[in-house]
């Protein structure tokens, strides 16, 4: 006797409706080691190439002065964690912040 599986909203669920628990679907907040993984801190770096950009630009620079990048506003740029692509992303302003949001995983 076999039994017909179906994923539904990232769920498996058997013929009769029953959701079937399994790793492979689990939400990561669902996970049992989510408590302890959720307080981790991870430095996450977003690189632009700035071309010729000289260290004597880099060191005089001030407050709200801007530096200009030969990528493409709408272009999505590497996001890292460590030495490992975690993805791209692409920038968001919010008032006076800019954010990151993650658009692709590697």
């Known amino acids: 006797m076999s039994t017909q599986l179906s994923v539904i909203n990232s769920e498996m669920v058997a013929a009769n409706g029953e959701a079937i628990p399994s790793p492979w679907f689990t939400r990561m907040e669902q996970h049992g080691a989510w408590p302890t993984l959720s307080r981790i801190e991870l430095k996450m770096t977003v690189r632009i190439a700035l071309?010729?950009?000289?260290?004597r630009t880099l060191l005089e620079l001030r407050e709200g002065q801007i530096l200009t990048?030969?990528?493409?506003?709408?272009?999505?740029?590497?996001?890292?964690?460590?030495?490992?692509?975690?993805?791209?992303s692409?920038?968001?302003?919010?008032g006076q912040r800019i954010g990151v949001r993650l658009t692709q995983l590697a």
Not at 69 to 88: I, N, Y
Request: aromatic residues 6%; proline residues 3%; glycine residues 6%.
């Open 51 to 55: 071309d010729r950009l000289k260290v």
């Open 69 to 88: 990048s030969q990528v493409a506003h709408t272009k999505d740029v590497p996001l890292t964690v460590g030495e490992v692509r975690l993805g791209w």
């Open 90 to 94: 692409e920038f968001e302003v919010s």
